[in-house]
């Protein structure tokens, strides 16, 4: 008996752990069990909501790149001097859109922060309120776009290309009211998850541009032949067809909606503009940037420019994947966020941060191994070759920073801290772009080349201000408390 209770004290300190330990696999098993019972979208990995609610962002934006291609290959028919007064147009275009795009990044935030607390009506309050704003934008950029000679002469167009330009913007800015509330709404419904709506809608609407654009063009199918006009008209009316659409599952939405609201219509509309006024500020000021930083280019030797365009083509197919996750980025740090959940949100920061960054990097290596092949089937130009591949390869070197860059500045949106990062993002691009374009491109003779190295040092240094601002910055404070 005695040899038995002294075994039992030479066990025991073995045996009780391995006791414990029994009973932590049963509980782990319970869990497991458990967990097995909840429905599949619960067990979700963030990097799967991640792309799940990217991809269709994606390909959605490849679209609306796709109808300016479309009009640009069929105006391309009628002379150098037409293809070229569209090019100019559309750039303006583009420019008076800028504003509208980042006011809207409000309507998208605050409907997912309204999803995420479980109060979707207010989602309906804040559609409606970019709606009005957005149509007021649209409505303003049409009343602009009735003559826009005096900004033609003001940027010394060639006066061949004026008459063209002229006529094409005052043609598509009829779609300009449209195609803000389409801007609007197409927030809306990524706030609420549903990016795949928005990318439908968005083929349906070049479909109709494609048939459109060539009839009108040039005088198919009983249609007028209206030439740069009918390119700008078509396109305007797939921009109220695709509103139109958006605009019937919208109404669904508000009639299935209850009556109780947290907020009234006037505070929606305020919490817009808190968000996506600074947003769309900056999105002017660095799309002014990059105009000035191409007028200074164009002031360098024609293959510099020529080089640039093609460089920056190439980017494109790594910039807009990686604007794509940023956007899925915001809208998931939002709804984490509007419950509180701060780890979530930076899990999520950190799964958008490593897709981006892989997706980029992955395009990194494509740059260096194949910049040449790229560059190819641009141009045959040996010296524009020469200067483009060197740019393709300044694009590899900060494409990692770019993914950074892109993913924190969507996240701090959702974090609805914009205001700062808007004025100091808009410090840095001014000071980099531009500045590098004059000064190491032109001063120093280094051309197309030493402005592109302002992209390498706006990035850096974008990337480490935001970095700062998401781990430390004031809007965590009311989180950890």
């Not at 006011?103 to 607390?117: C, D, E, F, P, S």
């Not at 006529?167 to 009211?177: D, E, L, Q, Y």
């Not at 002031?299 to 510099?304: D, I, K, N, V, Y």
């Not at 980029?360 to 740059?367: S, T």
Request: glycine content about 10%; some cysteine; charged content about 15%.
């Amino acid at each position: 008996m005695r040899f038995f209770n002294r075994l039992k004290r030479w066990v025991a300190p073995v045996w009780r752990p391995l006791r414990e330990l029994r009973k932590s696999r049963g509980e782990a098993r319970s869990v497991v069990v458990e967990l097995r019972k909840r429905p599949p979208h619960a067990t979700l990995s963030v990097t799967r909501e991640l792309y799940m609610l990217a991809w269709p962002v994606a390909a959605a934006t490849f679209g609306e790149t796709a109808m300016g291609l479309v009009d640009t290959k069929l105006v391309g028919g009628l002379g150098a001097a037409q293809l070229g007064g569209v090019g100019i147009a559309a750039t303006l275009m583009y420019l008076a859109y800028k504003f509208s795009l980042g006011l809207m990044r409000g309507v998208k935030v605050r409907t997912a922060y309204a999803i995420g607390r479980g109060t979707p009506d207010d989602a309906i309050l804040y559609a409606s309120a970019g709606l009005l704003l957005s149509g007021l934008v649209g409505v303003f950029v049409w009343l602009v776009g009735r003559d826009i000679t005096w900004a033609l002469d003001a940027l010394s167009i060639d006066a061949r290309l004026v008459p063209h330009a002229r006529v094409f913007f005052a043609a598509v800015s009829c779609g300009a009211p449209a195609a803000c509330m389409l801007s609007a709404l197409v927030n809306y419904r990524q706030g609420r998850g549903d990016s795949r709506t928005p990318m439908f809608v968005g083929f349906a609407t070049n479909i109709v541009n494609g048939f459109l654009a060539y009839g009108l063009i040039f005088g198919h199918w009983g249609l007028p032949a209206w030439g740069v006009a009918g390119a700008g008209y078509a396109t305007a009316f797939a921009e109220a067809f695709g509103l139109s659409l958006m605009l019937a599952l919208f109404v669904r939405d508000a009639t299935r909606a209850h009556t109780s609201t947290r907020i009234g219509f006037r505070a929606a509309v305020g919490e817009v503009l808190s968000l996506g006024f600074p947003t769309g500020t900056h999105f002017v000021a660095e799309m002014l940037a990059f105009t000035a930083f191409t007028a200074i280019l164009g002031s360098l030797p024609p293959a510099e420019l020529a080089a640039h365009q093609i460089a920056l083509v190439t980017l494109r197919v790594s910039f807009l994947p990686g604007d794509a996750i940023a956007e899925a980025t915001s809208v998931l740090v939002a709804q984490a966020l509007s419950q509180s959940r701060l780890r979530k949100a930076e899990q999520i920061a950190r799964a958008g941060i490593g897709m981006a960054c892989a997706f980029m990097m992955f395009c990194a290596v494509i740059f260096v191994l194949f910049g040449g092949a790229i560059v190819g089937a641009f141009t045959t130009s040996a010296d524009v070759t020469t200067i483009a591949k060197k740019l393709v390869l300044l694009a590899a070197a900060f494409q990692f920073c770019d993914a950074v860059n892109l993913v924190l500045r969507g996240a701090l949106r959702g974090a609805k801290d914009a205001r700062i990062p808007a004025i100091v993002g808009t410090a840095i691009v001014w000071s980099c772009v531009p500045m590098a374009a004059w000064a190491l491109g032109k001063q120093f003779g280094l051309g197309a080349f030493g402005a592109w190295i302002g992209f390498l040092f706006e990035t850096t240094i974008a990337a480490t201000f935001f970095w700062h601002r998401w781990t430390r910055g004031p809007w965590r404070k009311k989180f950890l408390t």
